[in-house]
């Protein structure tokens, strides 16, 4: 799940309008043909860019309402 989730973020250096919340990340991966094992997917995409996070390949540029921003982390 965590590379599929790291395909799909925006690259470290993309704007603000191309940066992706939790819930966009889902659609775009849904509409991909990945399918989630996960009865909420959110919850799991979630935890897939907190671990993508803790290793140093995403973080989070912003918030649109309540939502994070994703993105890539720059290498």
Not at 15 to 37: C, D, N, P, S, W
Not at 47 to 68: P, V, Y
Request: proline share 3%; hydrophobic share 45%.
């Amino acid at each position: 799940m965590k590379n599929s989730v790291y395909a799909v973020l925006p690259e470290a250096d993309a704007g603000i309008a191309e940066r992706m919340t939790t819930l966009e990340i889902v659609a775009k991966l849904q509409a991909k043909g990945y399918v989630f094992k996960a009865q909420a997917p959110s919850i799991a995409v979630n935890g897939a860019l907190t671990a993508l996070e803790e290793k140093g390949f995403a973080e989070w540029s912003g918030r649109r309402g309540n939502a994070k921003l994703w993105r890539k982390k720059k290498q």
